[in-house]
Structure formats: C-alpha cells, structure tokens
C-alpha cells in the first residue's frame, strides 16, 4: 500500500503498516490488527472518522522486553469448626445429626470462651500455659485478572517513506484507544404549531474503542503463548528518549520511543489459554501473518513482500527527488 492510500480508511480496506521497511526479511514479527467498532445506525460520529470501516494491520518487530504474565488469586480465611460441620451440612444434610456435631459446637463455644478471656488478660492467659490458638485459616480461590501487556518501540526513520509509515502507525494507535462521541436525537410529540419536537443530546455517549487482535509471524509464533483479543490502555509517545531534541530538515524527530499498555478482555482461563498456548493442539490460526493484506493481493512471499516494499521506497522517494539510499531530511 503506498503512502497515499495509508491516509484515508473506506469501508472495508485493509490499511497496512510497517516498521522497519525491511521488517519482512525477518523471521519472526507481531502484527497489531483493529477490529471494527459497533456500527451505530443513523448516528454520526462526532469526529467524522468511519471508525467501524475497514481494518488496520500494524507489523512492527518484536521488542527486546516481552513479558508473558499469568497469575490467579486466593485470600486466606478462617474456618471454625461449626463453619466446617455448616459446609458438611449442605454438602450432606444428614451429616449435621452426626457425632460430630455436637464436638463442633462445643468446639466452638470453648474457643470463643479461651478468645474472649485472652483479650481481657492482653494475651496472658494463652502465653501462661504456652499455647495459641489454632487460626484454622483455608486458602480460598477468588479469581483470575485480566492480563496486561507493555510494548516499547523505538523509531529511526532512515527515509521520508519510513517516518510517514511512524507518524500514520502512532496515529493509528492513539485513534484506535480512543473513543468516539455521538450526539442522539430524542423525538418527541408534535409541537401546537405540526413540527416535530427533538432533543438532541450532544457528545452524550461514548462508543467504544477499537479491540486489538495482537500475534505473532514466523517460528516464533509456533513455540510461544499468543495473545488473547485486547483493548490498547495507554500509547505514550516520547520524541527525546532522554537525549536532547533533534529533528531532520523538515521537523521530522530523528527518534521516536513508543510505549503502549493493552489489557486483554477476556479472562485467561483454561478454555481460553488452549486458543493461544502451542502445545495445547488447538491454538487458533493467525489472521494477519504473513502480511495479511499484501497476501490478499497475490499471496505473495515474504521476500516477494520484502522486493515490493523496496520498489515502492524507491518510487516514493524518487517522485520527491530524494537518493533511495538515504533521504534524511
């Protein structure tokens, strides 16, 4: 796609983004995909983007720092022994006429006893006679977190070509982790004089943002845990990397650091992990790699992709009068 095309989003295009331009020589790649937002009928978005049009596909090189996280969570609770025999009882109701019952009870009526004298004496009593109680504490399973991801990029564009494809695929980022507002018409009876009455409710609602497909290309992605479908949280964009500012000729930032947060949105249970783990057998097949919309157009290689990128660099340039081997500036 040149870099005209990647400037306007028609229903239905897919837009293709790169970086670094020679990104497909490599083995192995991840590939950042939006799907389309919630079309709302007869509803204007505010920004006048066509945000539930086509889709965008981002391939940039895999970072240095990839955190694959997976946690659960549990708490600890104190468990009596009447909470115990109660947990028997709903389990087996006829447990509770047991012999155990009345032990349980008794069991429990002594410790709030030893508890409640303990505290008067300030621990004297329990310490006296060289004991504690026994907090009969249970590890208690609560739940499973969404898991977040951090990328960190760092652009040198080496050609105009290049520092376009960085500029389109921040914007592409920040648009997508956006929200767009809409306005809503709320009809009502008909005024004395026949119109039509109609509130409109201005930037009254909120659609939501774009939700990301994120995988990896190459051997990599058959040996490696996947990404389950996420919503980017945070693209931050850093034009120094610490350094003192400098730019090209026509304001282009010789360097661009870019950090961006997702949160996947659905949980990472058992089901959902055999979609994206290799050695489960049912991972799902990757829907961008390679290259998704240069496939769709001629199911080309990833070195035919690779020659393609350079014919059109060169032709990008050559138009600007800018030598292909550089055009810094």
Same mark, same amino acid.
């Given at each position: 796609?040149?870099?005209?095309?990647?400037?306007?989003?028609?229903?239905?295009?897919?837009i293709?983004?790169?970086?670094?331009?020679?990104?497909?020589?490599n083995?192995?790649?991840?590939?950042?995909?939006?799907? /389309?937002?919630?079309?709302?009928?007869?509803?204007?978005?505010?920004?006048?983007?066509?945000?539930?049009?086509?889709?965008?596909?981002?391939h940039?090189?895999?970072?240095d720092?990839?955190?694959s996280?997976?946690?659960?969570?549990?708490?600890?609770?104190?468990?009596?022994?009447?909470?115990?025999?109660l947990?028997?009882?709903?389990? %087996?109701?006829?447990?509770?006429?047991?012999?155990?019952?009345?032990?349980?009870?008794?069991d429990?009526?002594?410790?709030?006893? &030893?508890?409640?004298?303990?505290?008067?004496?300030?621990?004297?009593?329990?310490?006296?006679?060289?004991?504690?109680?026994?907090?009969m504490?249970?590890?208690?399973?609560?739940?499973?977190?969404?898991?977040?991801w951090?990328f960190?990029?760092?652009f040198?564009?080496k050609?105009?070509?290049?520092?376009?494809?960085?500029?389109?695929?921040?914007?592409?980022?920040?648009?997508?982790?956006l929200?767009?507002?809409?306005?809503?018409?709320?009809?009502? %009876?008909k005024?004395?004089n026949?119109?039509?009455a109609?509130?409109?409710?201005?930037?009254?609602f909120?659609?939501y943002?774009?939700?990301?497909?994120?995988?990896?290309?190459?051997?990599?992605?058959?040996?490696?845990?996947g990404?389950?479908?996420?919503?980017? &949280?945070?693209?931050?964009?850093?034009?120094?990397?610490?350094? /003192?500012?400098?730019?090209?000729?026509?304001?282009?930032?010789?360097?661009?650091?870019?950090?961006?947060?997702?949160?996947?949105?659905?949980?990472?249970?058992?089901?959902?992990?055999?979609?994206?783990?290799?050695?489960?057998?049912?991972?799902? %097949?990757?829907?961008?790699?390679?290259?998704?919309?240069?496939?769709?157009?001629?199911?080309? &290689?990833?070195?035919q992709?690779?020659?393609?990128?350079?014919?059109? &660099? /060169? /032709?990008?340039?050559?138009?600007?009068?800018?030598p292909?081997?550089?055009?810094?500036?």
């Open positions: 796609m040149t870099k005209t095309a990647c400037k306007s989003n028609p229903d239905g295009e897919v293709d983004l790169i970086y670094p331009q020679e990104l497909f020589s083995e192995n790649y991840i590939t950042f995909a939006t799907r /389309k937002r919630v079309k709302r009928a007869d509803i204007k978005s505010q920004s006048g983007i066509t945000s539930s049009g086509g889709e965008t596909v981002i940039l090189y895999i970072p720092t990839l955190l996280q997976a946690n659960v969570q549990y708490k600890n609770e104190g468990v009596s022994s009447l909470q115990r025999t947990g028997g009882f709903f389990q %087996d109701p006829s447990s509770v006429f047991g012999e155990g019952t009345g032990q349980a009870i008794g429990t009526a002594a410790k709030f006893v &030893t508890k409640m004298a303990d505290g008067l004496t300030g621990g004297a009593l329990t310490a006296s006679v060289g004991i504690a109680q026994n907090p504490r249970e590890m208690m399973f609560e739940g499973v977190g969404f898991r977040s951090n960190t990029y760092e040198y564009p050609s105009r070509f290049e520092a376009d494809q960085v500029n389109q695929i921040i914007y592409n980022f920040r648009n997508a982790m929200p767009d507002s809409f306005s809503f018409n709320i009809k009502a %009876d005024e004395a026949g119109d039509e109609a509130t409109i409710l201005q930037d009254a909120f659609n943002p774009n939700v990301f497909d994120i995988e990896f290309s190459g051997p990599v992605a058959d040996k490696i845990d990404f389950l479908p996420s919503v980017c &949280t945070k693209c931050d964009v850093d034009h120094t990397g610490g350094q /003192k500012f400098s730019v090209y000729e026509d304001g282009q930032p010789i360097k661009t650091t870019m950090t961006l947060e997702f949160m996947e949105i659905r949980l990472l249970t058992q089901n959902n992990y055999q979609s994206i783990s290799n050695v489960s057998g049912q991972k799902r %097949d990757n829907r961008y790699s390679p290259a998704q919309g240069y496939m769709d157009r001629g199911g080309q &290689t990833r070195e992709i690779s020659d393609n990128w350079n014919d059109i &660099t /060169k /032709k990008t340039l050559g138009a600007l009068g800018i292909s081997d550089g055009g810094k500036g």
